[in-house]
């Protein structure tokens, strides 16, 4: 039993196609980030089945796709690298947090959610969902800067060229409200393994509380679902109750939990 590393997206998928694909929700992360990561890694049992898999991005943070414990417990970076993050399901981010026998501490508690039947929102919001358009990447570049500001993330210098993919793969979608300015956004990712993922799902604080995020988000879902996504997922923050009841609203399910750690400094 071991893990083997590679920084071939097509030799891990070569690697790991099976287990991908047997749960593509439970593997989201890695399968979004597996085209982009800096080292992707798979789990092998004495018997060949692949029953891990993770995917480490920059700066060096492992993101566990479905996984077992005793992997997770069993994992060495190649190098020895020392990790400062790490994230997946709770069970396995924990295993991995305790063996390795630093001091760390939970950052975040997400939970992954995929949609069910989809329910629109009651009452429905003022306005309406149109795709967006290269007119609007500046706008949608800086309320990307605003999110990430809003969920404590470092943000970066410039999101024209983030935005402008999604918008360009007509994945990026607006809501509108009466007076036709955009007032709220979600997109979603590339649909991959048969599944996609809702992210970005932002509205500024001057027009919150009118069901723009609710609006907008059914919007997307229902494009991703209509364009062959057999399953619709999305992560909330179970620190905020408000958007967890939303996306139960529209027809969401949980699926399961998400830790986030940091690994603290050890002071001598």
Same mark, same amino acid.
């Given at each position: 039993?071991?893990?083997?590393?590679?920084?071939?997206?097509?030799?891990?998928?070569?690697?790991?196609?099976?287990?991908?694909?047997?749960?593509?929700?439970?593997?989201?992360?890695?399968?979004?980030?597996? !085209?982009?990561?800096?080292? *992707?890694?798979?789990?092998?049992? /004495?018997?060949?089945?692949?029953?891990?898999?993770?995917?480490?991005?920059?700066?060096?943070?492992?993101?566990?796709?479905?996984?077992?414990?005793?992997?997770?417990? /069993?994992?060495?970076?190649?190098?020895?690298?020392?990790?400062?993050?790490?994230? #997946?399901?709770?069970?396995?981010?924990?295993?991995?947090?305790?063996?390795?026998? %630093?001091?760390?501490?939970?950052?975040?508690?997400? %939970?992954?959610?995929?949609? #069910?039947?989809?329910?629109?929102?009651?009452?429905?919001?003022?306005?309406?969902?149109?795709?967006?358009?290269?007119?609007?990447?500046?706008?949608?570049?800086?309320?990307?800067?605003?999110?990430?500001?809003?969920?404590? !993330?470092?943000?970066?210098?410039?999101?024209?060229g983030f935005v402008g993919e999604r918008?360009?793969?007509? %994945?990026?979608? *607006?809501?509108?409200?009466?007076?036709?300015?955009?007032?709220?956004?979600?997109?979603?990712?590339?649909?991959?393994?048969?599944?996609?993922?809702?992210?970005?799902?932002?509205?500024?604080?001057?027009?919150?509380?009118?069901?723009?995020?609710?609006?907008?988000?059914?919007?997307?879902?229902?494009?991703?679902?209509?364009?062959? /996504?057999?399953?619709? *997922?999305?992560?909330? !923050?179970?620190?905020?109750?408000?958007?967890?009841?939303?996306?139960?609203?529209?027809?969401?399910?949980?699926?399961?939990?998400?830790?986030?750690?940091?690994?603290?400094?050890?002071?001598?």
């Amino acid at each position: 039993m071991t893990w083997s590393f590679t920084e071939s997206a097509a030799a891990f998928r070569a690697a790991a196609a099976g287990h991908l694909a047997a749960d593509p929700a439970r593997n989201t992360a890695v399968l979004t980030l597996m !085209d982009t990561a800096a080292r *992707l890694g798979w789990w092998e049992e /004495a018997d060949g089945r692949v029953t891990g898999v993770l995917a480490v991005s920059p700066p060096g943070v492992p993101a566990f796709g479905a996984v077992t414990e005793e992997a997770a417990r /069993a994992l060495v970076l190649p190098g020895g690298e020392q990790p400062t993050e790490a994230r #997946g399901e709770t069970a396995a981010v924990e295993a991995y947090a305790e063996a390795t026998g %630093r001091p760390w501490a939970p950052t975040v508690r997400m %939970r992954l959610f995929r949609l #069910g039947e989809p329910t629109p929102p009651d009452p429905a919001p003022a306005g309406r969902a149109r795709l967006a358009t290269g007119a609007d990447v500046p706008l949608v570049a800086a309320w990307t800067r605003e999110f990430a500001v809003a969920i404590g !993330d470092e943000p970066a210098e410039d999101y024209a060229g983030f935005v402008g993919e999604r918008i360009s793969e007509g %994945r990026l979608w *607006l809501w509108e409200g009466p007076d036709g300015c955009p007032a709220s956004m979600a997109a979603v990712s590339r649909t991959i393994e048969g599944q996609a993922r809702v992210h970005l799902v932002y509205t500024p604080p001057a027009e919150r509380g009118r069901g723009y995020a609710a609006g907008v988000t059914e919007a997307v879902s229902r494009a991703a679902a209509a364009s062959g /996504a057999a399953q619709v *997922l999305l992560f909330t !923050d179970l620190a905020n109750p408000t958007s967890n009841a939303l996306y139960q609203r529209l027809g969401y399910r949980p699926v399961t939990d998400h830790l986030g750690v940091t690994f603290t400094p050890v002071t001598r």
